[in-house]
């Protein structure tokens, strides 16, 4: 029997890549290629032609603001066909910024109002501090069962509106961040302000999505026989041993 | 009598500090709590040379005023690298006599590119050099649009007054003066740069690509060649922004690695500035040796090698460190050594190694690779996902051990590569 032919988009991967974000997209294709799919990884950004049909899961990462603002720009081309997307169940994953896209707007800290995707229900008010550090996060139903390790790097400010949010700040850990709930979820679209190369340094968070993906569940750890999934779970061990 | 106290007070804590091995940054931190006004009543000499920007600043400074020294001034300079307001208030007030005044000839302040603009509120400069803008401690410095912002502001701060000394090849330096200073006009602004090789291609940016659109309007550049990392001679295919024409380009007079020369060229051009000739500035760097330099040699055993200290949480310095490495074309192994990220301040951020190019260590002359330290597990995983082989990547998670995996497992001479925070737990290592 021919392997299941799953499809990813990395979008802005040159524009939106503040920190290492490509390894998400790429830690994902590895992923599912271990399991024994077959995989299609296209990178897109600014200028480029995209058909959104056909993608099983698209990933945007976090830029710069001024980057934000371009970005933002040159979606607006497509923003019919990735509202389409997103309102049909295609998983996409929103890091750092990036996830700012799918409010109503975004005010930036010279008081400039951009308007944004529009497709959920909040607002984003930014200021010139930056917010920057080293967090933990749980995350609620029905995501993850584990802590999730993150680093925020983002302009201050806040976020106004009634939404559903995935993650909770663990107070204290890291950096001490002050308790709150953070991030988007909307259908399979997830968005959350962590930045970097979240799927690498948080194998269940990796795994969750290769499981929607494919539709299985993953082997047990103790039958798994790659070693970049041990290196990966001891980082992350490590890295959230450190962070207690 | 405010400044006969501050310089007294400053003079008996930098003393006793250097006694029990403190830093330079507690007596200008005391003093200045106390008179936080006083760097403003101290007298200075007419040349106040302030050094920030991302990479090479200590180097640089070090250049400069050996490069001053030279041509005969006297330098008061904070050679201890306390980069921070108070640094800076350690090495004015430690420099002056009960009167106040700083009796050498010049001034030359190694300034933290965030707290510049709070150096420049107490203490003029009257030339400023900003050496590259990179990705660099992220967890401190957002990025590096967030950080040209802070340069920007502090720009402001020095009004007309200023010389700058600005690297032509690196775009989001040559912006920080859009669009106050018209393109092309560049009065007031010493432009230096750093020659095409010829090769007149682009080589591969690495893992990314903060070359790929403009800092002033977000269209894609375009290089007609690049250097290393974004630096080159771009063009913006949006706004037109476009590389100056360096003033001081001295490429072709001196065979040294490519960050010595960018160094060598920006000591030359802030020479410039201040009123000496650009040729013998450049003759008097020629040859010098860094005394605080980052190469450092290596031995184990009968086995030669270097240690190319490059700050964690800078891809860019990582990058140079492995092309270093490639340059010498000898068989060899490279340590990789990340046990403690930061010494300064408390992180476990390790999305950085995800933007180093460690595809480099695939040539042929890297015979073994060891991964070392608390991080060897996301050493390997980011090595995992990369072009290396894995059949040459060892891995040593207790420091004890590394002497003798090192001597049984590995060949040729020994390259390392590790940050300042690593550097004596590494020395430590290798020891017998």
């Known amino acids: 029997m021919e392997a299941k032919q799953i499809n990813i988009l990395h979008l802005y991967y040159d524009l939106m890549n503040l920190y290492g974000d490509w390894a998400n997209a790429a830690v994902l294709e590895r992923e599912l290629d271990y399991r024994g799919f077959n995989v299609r990884l296209d990178k897109k950004s600014v200028g480029d032609d995209i058909d959104f049909s056909g993608y099983d899961f698209i990933y945007i990462g976090s830029g710069t603001e001024r980057s934000f603002v371009a970005c933002m720009r040159d979606l607006s081309r497509f923003k019919d066909a990735f509202i389409e997307c997103i309102e049909t169940g295609v998983y996409v994953l929103a890091t750092g910024n990036s996830h700012e896209l799918f409010g109503q707007s975004v005010t930036d800290c010279d008081g400039n109002e951009h308007e944004m995707l529009g497709l959920l229900d909040f607002e984003t008010v930014q200021s010139a501090t930056r917010v920057t550090g080293d967090c933990v996060f749980s995350a609620k139903p029905p995501f993850y069962r584990d802590k999730l390790i993150g680093f925020i790097n983002r302009a201050g400010g806040s976020q106004t509106g009634e939404i559903e949010r995935p993650f909770s700040v663990e107070p204290g850990a890291g950096a001490g961040f002050k308790a709150c709930d953070e991030g988007i979820m909307y259908k399979n679209l997830l968005g959350t302000y962590m930045t970097g190369p979240l799927l690498v340094r948080n194998p269940p968070m990796m795994m969750y999505f290769a499981d929607k993906l494919t539709g299985e569940r993953a082997k047990h750890e103790s039958k798994r026989t790659d070693m970049f999934f041990e290196y990966q779970g001891s980082g992350y061990y490590t890295a959230l041993d450190e962070l207690k | 009598m405010k400044v006969f106290f501050a310089v007294i007070i400053c003079r008996i804590l930098y003393f006793t500090g250097k006694c029990i091995g403190r830093g330079s940054s507690l007596p200008g931190k005391v003093v200045l709590r106390f008179f936080p006004d006083v760097l403003g009543r101290l007298s200075l000499p007419g040349i106040i040379i302030a050094v920030t920007g991302s990479n090479g600043k200590t180097s640089v400074t070090e250049l400069i005023v050996h490069a001053l020294k030279e041509s005969g001034k006297s330098v008061a300079w904070n050679h201890e690298g306390s980069n921070q307001t108070e640094g800076v208030a350690t090495l004015l007030l430690r420099s002056a006599s009960l009167g106040g005044k700083v009796r050498s000839d010049a001034v030359v302040m190694e300034c933290d590119e965030r707290y510049a603009k709070k150096i420049f509120e107490k203490v003029h400069p009257t030339v400023l050099l900003i050496t590259n803008l990179c990705r660099d401690q992220l967890t401190r410095n957002g990025h590096h649009e967030f950080v040209a912002d802070c340069l920007r502001a502090a720009i402001d701060v020095l009004g007309d007054g200023v010389k700058l000394v600005l690297n032509a090849d690196d775009p989001y330096v040559s912006a920080l003066v859009l669009p106050k200073t018209a393109q092309g006009d560049g009065s007031g602004v010493l432009y230096f740069g750093v020659g095409s090789s010829g090769d007149g291609v ?231």
């Open chain 2, 202 to 432: 682009s080589p591969a940016a690495g893992m990314y690509d903060d070359g790929a659109y403009c800092p002033v309007c977000k269209a894609r550049m375009t290089y007609n060649y690049r250097i290393m990392g974004h630096f080159g001679d771009y063009k913006c295919n949006g706004c037109g922004f476009s590389r100056n024409k360096p003033d001081i380009d001295l490429t072709t007079q001196e065979n040294r690695p490519l960050v010595f020369m960018y160094n060598f060229c920006a000591a030359v051009a802030v020479c410039n500035a201040v009123g000496i000739d650009a040729s013998d500035a450049a003759e008097s760097l020629k040859g010098y040796e860094l005394k605080g330099g980052r190469t450092v040699s290596l031995k184990i055993g009968e086995r030669k090698g270097f240690l190319f200290i490059s700050k964690h949480e800078n891809s860019f310095a990582y990058d140079c460190s492995l092309s270093r490495i490639i340059e010498q074309k000898k068989p060899c192994t490279v340590i990789v050594l990340v046990d403690s990220i930061s010494r300064k301040y408390y992180t476990s951020e390790t999305s950085w190694l995800w933007d180093i190019n460690f595809d480099l260590l695939s040539d042929e002359n890297v015979k073994n690779i060891v991964l070392a330290g608390r991080y060897a597990n996301e050493l390997a995983a980011r090595f995992k996902m990369s072009g290396v082989s894995r059949d040459k990547v060892g891995l040593v998670f207790d420091l004890s051990g590394l002497r003798d995996f090192i001597e049984e497992n590995t060949s040729g001479d020994v390259y390392a590569v590790t940050c300042f925070s690593d550097r004596v737990k590494l020395f430590k290592a290798l020891k017998r």
